[in-house]
């Protein structure tokens, strides 16, 4: 009987030893049951969400049919029922409506600058380099039609120097010119009607000549006398 009875536990521990790949099969179903139960565990513990409830309103009250309506002056009297004051939320003012428009811009004040005194510098002019010629007119005789005139001319530099006379009797003809005390030059007459005597011989410092000329001409004053660029005296 024994041995009999031993004979099929045998066979099956075989079997389990011989086909190893049922034991791992059935440890991967065993797993695939625990994950399912991991998972519907997890769902059911989920976090609840509140709805907050809804803003209360206040119906208005309807009087029963048959009733006398109340008077408006009653009704305005008593306080009735008053909604509750919901809470809402302002939405963010946008950038356009904060800042300054592009169309209005903000306008800016610069600091003035203060005015600078602007300093203004006369040109300095140099002092007049003093002649070195001197001429003095003078007339020396009058007759019919015309006259005799004179320019003494004055040599005032430190230096011998050469000299020049213009003289100009506004188109009139000067007929001739000498000198009285030094040796001759030359006249010339210019296209302007300006007469221009050239001396001969150069003044030492100091020394003078005497230019005489025969004017043809009425009237003893000259428009131009000029000595060396410088004007006469005696006009």
Same mark, same amino acid.
């Given at each position: 009987m024994s041995g009999t009875g031993s004979t099929p536990r045998s066979s099956e521990s075989r079997a389990i030893a011989s086909s190893p790949w049922i034991v791992v099969f059935a440890g991967v179903v065993v797993m695939l049951v625990l994950m399912v139960v991991a998972l519907g565990t997890y769902r059911g513990r989920?976090?609840?969400? *509140?709805?907050?409830?809804? $803003?209360?309103? /206040?119906? $208005?009250l309807v009087p029963p049919s048959g009733t006398a309506e109340p008077d408006a002056s009653a009704t305005d009297a008593a306080p009735g029922p008053t909604a509750? $004051?919901?809470s809402t939320v302002s /939405?963010?003012?946008?950038?356009?409506?904060?800042?300054?428009?592009a169309s209005n811009p903000v306008p800016t004040t610069s600091p003035s600058r203060s005015a600078v005194p602007t300093v203004t510098q006369r040109a300095s002019t140099a002092?007049? /380099?003093? $002649?070195?010629?001197?001429?003095?007119?003078?007339? *020396?005789?009058?007759?019919?039609?015309g006259f005799i005139g004179e320019v003494k001319v004055s040599n005032v530099s430190g230096s011998r120097s050469s000299w020049t006379v213009e003289l100009d009797f506004s188109g009139k003809r000067i007929i001739a010119a000498w000198v009285t005390n030094t040796?001759?030059?030359t006249l010339r007459r210019g296209d302007d009607g300006v007469y221009t005597?050239?001396?001969?011989?150069?003044?030492?410092?100091?020394a003078s000549a005497r230019l005489q000329f025969h004017v043809d001409s009425?009237?003893?004053?000259?428009?131009?006398?000029?000595?060396n660029g410088t004007g006469c005296t005696g006009l």
């Open positions: 989920g976090p609840t969400v *509140e709805v907050p409830p809804g $803003p209360h309103v /206040a119906l $208005p509750r $004051p919901s /939405a963010r003012p946008s950038r356009s409506s904060v800042g300054p428009s002092p007049a /380099a003093p $002649p070195s010629m001197t001429g003095q007119y003078d007339v *020396e005789q009058r007759f019919s039609g040796g001759q030059g005597y050239r001396s001969g011989v150069d003044l030492d410092p100091g009425s009237s003893t004053t000259p428009a131009r006398c000029v000595v």
